[in-house]
């Protein structure tokens, strides 16, 4: 029977699918970088675990070899750091971020697409963030733009190979990521309601899949906006 793989399926929103999709009969396969915290999470359940880090390309490959066809993956593994300092930009942290969130989901796409057969479904983990700029989103909506370029090119090179590529860009979700925030996060939504919108959206193929409706629907009467008056909005929130 072929499986629906999730990376980053430890916490958050890849914890809620992994349930959800175990509750609807799939054969899941929760992967996390601690062994730990997986066994915590699923063991006695149905779900098997696979325990790798995606930003170590070797690890990822090797765990790729213990799995066998896949109707589905999910590339949702990824973390947020902020830029709060401007003027003495971290480019460290830059690096982090891109590193997990962009190159790890690479060296996924290596060790696990050829898994996936006709008729499958690759998903990545964008944001609705990177419809506008946003103070200190630097390393992460940037890492989340190459997401969002990464996902359109995949789906004209798929096409062909009858693999459908989502492209999921949740609102504010409350998960361990955003827990860290200080600042107001409107139309925050559970984990619960996120898997719900993604499990709609992968079980139709959909190419976007964003949500809140309502909320995209803000950020997108915003980028009508001229750019000087958003980079003006955003300054006062964040003064
Ligand atoms: N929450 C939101 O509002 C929101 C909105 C838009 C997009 N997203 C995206 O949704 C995805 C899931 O986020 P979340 O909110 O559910 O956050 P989360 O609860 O922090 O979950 C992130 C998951 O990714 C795993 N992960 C992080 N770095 C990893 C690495 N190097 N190797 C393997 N696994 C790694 C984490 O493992 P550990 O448990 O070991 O840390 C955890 O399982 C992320 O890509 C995030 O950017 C979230």
Known sequence: MSSILITGASSGIGLQLAFDY???GHQVIACGRSQEKLDANFAGTSIQTLCFDTTNKQSVL????????????????????????VMNFDSDLFSRV??????GTAYCLEGFLNKLSAG???????????????ARAEAY????AGID????????????HKIAVCNIKPCFVDTPLTKKNTFAMPGSINTQQASQYI?????????????TPWFIFGL????????????IIQTKENA
């Open 22 to 24: 175990a509750r609807e």
């Open 220 to 231: 997108k009467m915003l980028q009508w906006l001229p750019r000087r008056w958003i980079q």
């Open 62 to 85: 090797s765990a790729a070899c213990d799995v066998g066809d896949l109707k589905t993956l999910i590339l949702n593994a990824g973390s947020c750091e902020y830029i709060d300092d």
């Open 98 to 103: 891109v590193q997990t969130n962009l190159i």
């Open 141 to 144: 909506g940037a890492s989340k």
């Open 199 to 211: 499990r709609k959206g992968l079980a139709k193929q959909k190419p976007i899949i964003s949500f």
């Open 120 to 134: 499958g479904t690759l998903a990545f983990m964008s944001s609705s963030a990177t419809m506008l700029p946003f």
């Open 149 to 160: 370029y990464l996902a359109e090119c995949m789906a004209v090179d798929l096409y062909r």
